[in-house]
C-alpha cells in the first residue's frame, strides 16, 4: 500500500503563487507515475498534471506554463508550483500516484483558494 500527504493549500491573491507538495510513504518502490488532479465546486475532477519516475512531466493543456510539476524520488515527494493564479484556480487539488500493478492511490487533498 501507499500512503500519500497533502499540503501546502491557502488563501493566495490572484496573481500569486503556492507549492503544493504531495509525500509518499509506505510501497514506495512500486510507484511509478506521481501527478495532481483538482476539483472546483460544482465541477468534475479535473487532471492537473503528472511526472514519471524519470521525470517526464504532463501538463493539461490549459494549464501548461503557470504550473511546473517536479518531483524528488530520494524523498518520494512530488511539488506542484503554480505561478499567475486565478480565481478559476481555486479547487481541492489532489495528489494520485500509479504503481507498477497499475494501482492508484489518493491524497487527502488540500484546498486552493485564489481570492481578493
Known amino acids: 500500500q501507499v500512503q500519500l500527504v497533502d499540503s501546502g493549500g491557502g488563501l493566495v491573491q490572484p496573481g500569486g503563487s503556492l507549492r503544493l507538495s504531495c509525500a509518499a510513504s509506505?510501497?514506495?518502490?512500486?510507484?511509478?507515475?506521481m501527478g495532481w488532479y483538482r476539483q472546483a465546486p460544482g465541477k468534475q475532477r479535473e487532471w492537473v498534471a503528472d511526472?514519471?519516475?524519470?521525470?517526464?512531466?504532463n501538463y493539461a493543456t490549459s494549464l501548461k506554463g503557470r504550473f511546473n510539476n517536479s518531483r524528488d524520488n530520494a524523498k518520494n515527494t512530488v511539488y506542484l508550483q503554480k505561478n499567475s493564479l486565478q480565481p478559476g484556480d481555486t479547487a481541492v487539488y489532489c495528489c494520485?500516484?500509479?504503481?507498477?500493478?497499475?494501482?492508484?492511490?489518493w491524497g487527502q487533498g488540500t484546498q486552493v483558494t485564489v481570492s481578493s
Open positions: 511526472i514519471t519516475r524519470g521525470g517526464i512531466t
Open positions: 494520485s500516484v500509479l504503481t507498477q500493478l497499475d494501482h492508484t492511490h
Open positions: 509506505g510501497s514506495v518502490f512500486s510507484i511509478n507515475t
